[in-house]
């Protein structure tokens, strides 16, 4: 369980000196970063993307991520990078991360566009699992210190509703043609071959996810999988590799050595 995330004024009250004794590395955001994350959007943006009027790209990621999300995330990125209006990318995440497929592709497309517009992904609440995966390919990963990322792992989630309604007097039959047409039914236990197997697949894909970090993030992939999935706030995430440094967008002072 998370904690709930602190009020916008204690969060107000966190200075920027302690901030910048917080981040280990300085890195000087360019001058519209921080209040861009506030920005109305441009009349003539590119497609969907909130351009502030000095050309801060703002891409939305936020929720539960399905492929539509990814195909929209890669289009309104794509039209940032296009666009000659827009000088910077940011990536505003709050979303605990979404389906596993799509998002490895997503970041790698976007980790390719490095060097061509600067990338920030801004965290204001999480950015876990798929989500983390997408912010990672930044350049840089900035998160407010209440904030969280992590979660590189995969979960499948199997109901088996059988005794259930066995107790109800209700028999459910399966009428299928192939082998494995019914594995992960519902309504009957997940029998050990399937679960063996799909143990399997899920240990590969968080590889793969561990790989993409890595990458990424310049660690090695045993180091990303020796944090088991774990959640890391604040500095904390810093410390693990995962961020590059805090940022508060309620602080009155400009977020310069953030």
Same mark, same amino acid.
């Given at each position: ?7 916008? /004024?204690?969060?107000?009250? !966190? ?9 280990? @590395?300085?890195?000087? !955001? %360019? ?5 861009? /994350? ?25 929720? =539960? ?5 990814? =195909? ?18 940011? %990536? ?21 566009? @490095? ?11 999480? =950015? ?27 979960? /499948? ?88 440094? /805090? ?12």
């Amino acid at each position: 369980m998370i904690a709930s995330a602190a009020h916008p /004024l204690e969060l107000a009250a !966190l200075s920027s000196k302690r901030i910048a004794e917080i981040n280990e @590395r300085p890195l000087a !955001l %360019l001058p519209s970063a921080t209040p861009s /994350l506030l920005a109305k959007p441009r009349a003539d943006s590119p497609g969907a993307v909130y351009v502030s009027s000095d050309g801060v790209a703002r891409i939305l990621i936020q929720g =539960a991520l399905f492929q539509g999300d990814y =195909a929209r995330i890669g289009r309104e990125f794509a039209a940032a990078q296009a666009s000659e209006r827009v000088r910077e990318v940011q %990536l505003v995440i709050d979303s605990p991360g979404g389906v596993a497929v799509g998002p490895f592709e997503l970041a790698e497309a976007i980790a390719e566009c @490095r060097g061509r517009k600067p990338i920030f992904a801004m965290t204001t609440g999480m =950015a876990c699992s798929a989500a983390y995966a997408l912010a990672s390919a930044a350049d840089r990963v900035l998160l407010m210190p209440s904030a969280c990322v992590g979660s590189i792992g995969v979960i /499948l989630v199997h109901f088996d509703y059988s005794e259930m309604l066995n107790s109800a007097g209700i028999s459910v039959t399966h009428l299928f043609a192939g082998d494995h047409k019914a594995d992960g039914s519902p309504f009957m236990p997940l029998s050990d071959d399937v679960r063996e197997r799909w143990q399997g697949e899920i240990k590969a894909i968080q590889e793969r996810f561990a790989a993409v970090v890595a990458r990424n993030r310049g660690l090695s992939v045993d180091d990303v999988l020796d944090q088991e999935a774990g959640l890391f706030e604040g500095a904390a995430a810093i410390e693990a590799g995962l961020a590059d440094a /805090l940022f508060s967008p309620f602080s009155a002072e400009r977020n310069c050595h953030v």
